[in-house]
C-alpha cells in the first residue's frame, strides 16, 4: 500500500528556496572571488549584492488571514480573542486566584480559552501591566511575553474566534480605553 505523504507547508517550502538562493549565491561569489577564505567575507558580499532583501509578503498578508501566525513579518504580532457575548477582543485573561503566582494565572488563562496551544512564557515577571477603567471598576491587566511553541488554538467554552493582530491592528480591535492604557506599553518590532 503506498505511504501518503503530507504536501509541505508554504513558508517551509519558501524558505528552503530562500536557502537554495543564498547557497548558489555563495558559491557563485567564491568562484568570482577565489581569494576570499573567510565565511563572514561571504556573508558580507552576499549581503552587498542584496540577496537578503526578499519581500517579506506572505500568503496570509494577501489573504489577509488574520488567525495565520505567518503575516506581517516585520512586526511583533499579538495573540487576541474573541468571547462570546462580548463586543470587543481582548488579551487572554482569567481572575487571579489566591496562592496563584501570576505566571500560573497566565497559565491557566491560556489553557482555559485556547487548549492544546503550547506556548513558552519568557518570565515569571510581566513584560508590562495597565490599569483600565471597566463598567466604573479600576481593572489591572499584566500582559506576558511568550512564543508559540506548537499546535493550532482550539477554542474553549467561551471562545468564538482568536487573531494575530500588531500594535497597530490592535485599535479596531480592542476596547478603545483598554488600547488607550495598552498602547504606549507595547512594541511594534
Known amino acids: 500500500m503506498p505511504r501518503l505523504v503530507p504536501a509541505e507547508p508554504e513558508w517551509k517550502k519558501e524558505k528552503h528556496e530562500f536557502q537554495e ?31 537578503y532583501d526578499r519581500p517579506r509578503l506572505t500568503k496570509a498578508d494577501k489573504e489577509n488571514n488574520i488567525r495565520s501566525l505567518f503575516r506581517k513579518m516585520e512586526n511583533r504580532l499579538y495573540f487576541i480573542l474573541k468571547k462570546k457575548n462580548e463586543e470587543h477582543w481582548q488579551f487572554p485573561h482569567l481572575q487571579h486566584q489566591t496562592g496563584e ?12 480559552h485556547v487548549p492544546n496551544f503550547g506556548v513558552y512564557i519568557l518570565s515569571n515577571a510581566p513584560d508590562v501591566h495597565c490599569d483600565f477603567l471597566e463598567n466604573g471598576h479600576t481593572r489591572r491587566l499584566f500582559l506576558y511575553r511568550s512564543y508559540h511553541l506548537k499546535g493550532k488554538p482550539t477554542l474553549g467554552e467561551d471562545t468564538v474566534d482568536y487573531a494575530w493582530v500588531t500594535k497597530s491592528e490592535l485599535k479596531g480591535y480592542l476596547n478603545p480605553v483598554l488600547y488607550g492604557s495598552v498602547k504606549d506599553l507595547l512594541l511594534d518590532h
Open 21 to 51: 538562493k543564498i547557497q548558489n549565491q555563495k558559491l557563485k561569489i567564491l568562484k568570482l572571488q577565489p581569494n576570499i577564505t573567510f565565511v563572514d567575507q561571504v556573508e558580507q558580499a552576499v549581503q552587498a549584492q542584496g540577496v
Open 101 to 112: 503566582t501570576l505566571r500560573q494565572t497566565v497559565e491557566r488563562a491560556n489553557q482555559s
